[in-house]
């Protein structure tokens, strides 16, 4: 016979077991104590003041305790292995869902980018994944991919869906910027946004055919045991006449976002990912997920 006592305590125990083996099997580290401050003392000595979480931690570790409590954290693929988008992209979505990249499920290969817009791209993509995935089409986790093009105007919007490749095949991302840098050369406007288009494919809910928008405004289709859907994110911004800073990667040093005075590679991450183009498709597809949750 149980008492009341004993049963909390079990309740208890299982709480905290759930919660240790989530973190363990989510590879994070929430325990890494933090020292952060020294505090004086009365009598005149120095003591260093130990805070286990910070302010940011806290909230994190408390999403993940509700998650393990009250439901299973969802994975998503998402169909890269550059490690700047993985950042980027777990970074915004760490609340919500475990990102995982192709290397971290396993998956290898070459994806094919042969669609001539971002959409397309962006499809091709995730549906590479979903193909590869049983674990997709069972519905345990979902799979997203992105596609960006940077769209100049006074290039008539090139290199846009050809961004990746705008020097040649295999180029690295300083060919891509010593060509933009030339082609811009003497060139008085300037202006260009990136366009990001994020293409989610998740086990459908029903078996329902066709095509709707989403609550945001998202295009959104589903195929039989399939459902896709479309969030896209805009920045505009200047193509400067050099290179600045050194973070981030591709054509940041040479971006420069509408209301800033900095180029995308002088900024804190957080701040690129709070006004970028993935940015933006990010918050929309992060909203559908709270809406779903
Ligand atoms: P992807 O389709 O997202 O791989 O992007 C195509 C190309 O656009 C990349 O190879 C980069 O050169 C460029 N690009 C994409 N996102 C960014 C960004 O956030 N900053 C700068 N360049 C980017």
Wanted: proline share 2%.
């Amino acid at each position: 016979m149980y008492n009341t006592c004993t049963i909390f305590v079990r309740l208890q125990l299982y709480i905290y077991c759930t919660t240790i083996v989530h973190i363990l099997y989510n590879d994070q580290c929430w325990y890494v104590p933090k020292w952060s401050s020294v505090r004086r003392l009365d009598d005149g000595k120095t003591r260093k003041k130990r805070t286990v979480f910070g302010q940011k931690d806290k909230k994190h570790f408390a999403a993940i305790i509700k998650m393990s409590i009250f439901a299973e954290m969802k994975t998503m693929v998402f169909a890269t292995n550059n490690r700047h988008k993985i950042l980027e992209i777990s970074e915004m979505l760490k609340d919500i869902v475990i990102v995982k990249s192709l290397s971290d499920v396993g998956l290898s290969g070459e994806i094919p980018e042969t669609a001539d817009t971002l959409e397309g791209n962006a499809l091709q993509k995730a549906m590479w994944v979903y193909e590869r995935m049983p674990e997709c089409k069972s519905g345990k986790m979902a799979c997203f991919a992105d596609d960006t093009g940077l769209e100049v105007e006074a290039l008539g919007g090139r290199p846009g869906v050809y961004s990746a490749r705008y020097a040649g095949e295999h180029c690295s991302f300083d060919d891509n910027i010593n060509k933009m840098l030339a082609e811009m050369d003497g060139q008085t406007n300037r202006k260009a946004c990136f366009r990001t288009v994020i293409c989610l494919i998740e086990k459908a809910e029903s078996g329902v055919n066709g095509e709707r928008r989403t609550e945001n405004g998202e295009r959104a289709t589903q195929e039989g045991e399939m459902s896709i859907k479309y969030f896209e994110g805009r920045v505009d911004g200047t193509i400067l006449t050099e290179r600045y800073g050194e973070e981030g990667f591709g054509y940041d040093p040479i971006f420069m976002p509408d209301r800033f005075a900095v180029s995308f590679a002088e900024m804190p991450l957080e701040v690129k990912n709070h006004i970028s183009h993935r940015g933006r498709a990010v918050a929309k597809l992060v909203e559908y997920l709270r809406m779903k949750n």
